[in-house]
């Protein structure tokens, strides 16, 4: 099993920009979720699903949509990026049947950096 | 509004040293309390976990301490090794999404 895989690992967009960072999991996982870290911030929540055509907001998801087609797939999309999104980004995923009880498993991060 | 406060923010302990970290958590609603490490470049992992129904857990060297009452909990790592160097997020959840601390970083010296 490959786990969660995430893509790209680096990027850097200029103001205005959009992009789709991509997560996957080969787990069978339900419960998925994306979260950014930033120094002396900790893991901030920002979009989750419970299964495939379920999502909900986290606590800072202003500026990113979520969309969740396949039980695989959980792509975090930035509509126009500004410099405050510059982040690492982490996808984290686990079963569902009590989400986030269950042991997360997250990928490796995607590095943004937003000029 | 933080939910989850963790202290210290960094922390530096002598091979076989004792490290102690420490959260506080605000919602009553939580009822689960896992503590996750993370190497630099790398995701989070699980590393541990408590229900408030137990007062300690211990898995190997890693000791959680959970005092319901001070809606406090803490993570002991004995005989600590500069292998543990990393960093350290506890976190909460009461229903459907995880609340994680800011994060210690701790070092361990040789």
């Known amino acids: 099993n490959a786990g969660v895989t995430q893509t790209p690992k680096f990027q850097v967009l200029k103001t205005g920009q959009s992009m789709t960072l991509q997560c996957a999991q080969d787990m069978n996982h339900e419960y998925m979720s994306w979260y950014r870290q930033d120094p002396g911030m900790g893991l901030r929540l920002i979009h989750y699903s419970v299964g495939a055509g379920i999502t909900d907001q986290g606590e800072v998801p202003n500026g990113y949509n979520v969309s969740r087609s396949t039980t695989e797939d959980f792509p975090l999309r930035l509509l126009s990026a500004a410099p405050s999104q510059t982040s690492v980004y982490f996808c984290?995923?686990?079963?569902?049947?009590?989400?986030?009880?269950?042991?997360?498993?997250f990928g490796p991060g995607t590095r943004l950096t937003v000029l | 509004q933080q939910q989850v406060k963790q202290s210290p923010q960094s922390l530096i302990v002598q091979k076989g040293g004792i490290s102690i970290i420490n959260c506080a958590y605000e919602n009553t609603a939580f009822d689960y309390f896992p503590w996750y490490q993370q190497f630099p470049g790398k995701g989070p992992a699980l590393l541990i976990a408590?229900?408030?129904?137990?007062s300690e857990k211990k898995e190997g060297r890693f000791t959680i301490s959970f005092n319901k009452s001070a809606k406090q909990f803490s993570l002991h790592i004995m005989d600590s090794q500069p292998g543990d160097s990393a960093t350290y997020f506890c976190?909460?959840?009461?229903?459907?999404?995880?609340?994680f601390g800011k994060g210690t970083m701790l070092l361990v010296s040789p």
């Open positions: 984290a995923s686990s079963y569902a049947d009590r989400g986030p009880y269950n042991e997360q498993f």
């Open positions: 976190a909460a959840s009461g229903y459907s999404t995880l609340t």
């Open positions: 408590i229900r408030p129904d137990v």
